[in-house]
T-cell receptor
C-alpha cells in the first residue's frame, strides 16, 4: 500500500512570496489533515477535510493560508503572502475515517518550508 | 483545551539499556486516547504505542511499554533493550474519545540518542 505522498520535500522562498504544497492521501482515505510543525514543537492541526468538505479549520490563519480538496482526493495548502514565522514542516495525514483511536492514521514525510 | 507536556527535551541511553520518556497532560475529559509517536529524520510520524484511557492495563508493544497513571495524568514510555534504530524524536499525543473531528494534541517532543 502506497503511503501519503507529499511534494515538494523542501522549499525556500522569500517573505511575501506565495507557496503551495501538495498531498496525495492513501487511496480510499476519506479524511485528510494538514499539520504545521514549527522547529522544537509538536505538530499542530491547521485543517481537516472529510471527503471534500472542511471539518475543522479553526487554527488556520485564513488571512494568508488556504487549502482545498476539490475532488475529495488530493489536497493543496497555500500560503500567500508568506511570513518568516511560517518556516516549518507541513505534514499531511490521512485516515479511512475519523478514527479517534489513531488506528490507520498515516502521516506523510512533510514539506520543510524555509522563509527568508 | 488539552495540553501535553514533555519536560525532557533530550535523553540518551546506552544500547541494550532501558530508558523512560515522561509525558503529562491536562484534560477535563474522562475518555480519551494517548499515543507515543516516533519521528526519525525522514520526518514521517510513526505510531509507537497507544493507550485507551478507560483501560487500566498498561499497553505494551514488544520492547515498548507505557506507565499510564490516569489520576496523575501521566503517560510515560519505557523502551527496553534500546537499539540504534530507536534514535529519533518522540512525541506524546492526546486525542479525544468523544468529540468527532478532533485533532491530536502533541507535546514538544523528546530527542532520544542511543549510544553504541
Amino acid at each position: 500500500e502506497a503511503g501519503v505522498a507529499q511534494s515538494p520535500r523542501y522549499k525556500i522562498i522569500e517573505k511575501r512570496q506565495s507557496v503551495a504544497f501538495w498531498c496525495n492521501p492513501i487511496s480510499g482515505h476519506a479524511t485528510l489533515y494538514w499539520y504545521q510543525q514549527i522547529l522544537g514543537q509538536g505538530p499542530k492541526l491547521l485543517i481537516q477535510f472529510q471527503n471534500n468538505g472542511v471539518v475543522d479549520d479553526s487554527q488556520l490563519p485564513k488571512d494568508r493560508f488556504s487549502a482545498e480538496r476539490l475532488k475529495g482526493v488530493d489536497s493543496t495548502l497555500k500560503i500567500q503572502p508568506a511570513k518568516l514565522e511560517d518556516s516549518a514542516v507541513y505534514l499531511c495525514a490521512s485516515s479511512a475515517k475519523d478514527l479517534r483511536d489513531g488506528n490507520g492514521y498515516t502521516f506523510g514525510s512533510g514539506t520543510r518550508l524555509t522563509v527568508v | 483545551a488539552q495540553t501535553v507536556t514533555q519536560s525532557q527535551p533530550e535523553m540518551s541511553v546506552q544500547e541494550a539499556e532501558t530508558v523512560t520518556l515522561s509525558c503529562t497532560y491536562d484534560t477535563s475529559e474522562s475518555d480519551y486516547y494517548l499515543f507515543w509517536y516516533k519521528q526519525p529524520p525522514s520526518r514521517q510520524m510513526i505510531l509507537v504505542i497507544r493507550q485507551e484511557a478507560y483501560k487500566q492495563q498498561n499497553a505494551t508493544e514488544n520492547r515498548f511499554s507505557v506507565n499510564f497513571q490516569k489520576a496523575a495524568k501521566s503517560f510515560s514510555l519505557k523502551i527496553s533493550d534500546s537499539q540504534l534504530g530507536d534514535a529519533a524524536m518522540y512525541f506524546c499525543a492526546y486525542r479525544s474519545y468523544v468529540n468527532t473531528g478532533n485533532q491530536f494534541y502533541f507535546g514538544t517532543g523528546t530527542s532520544l540518542t542511543v549510544i553504541p
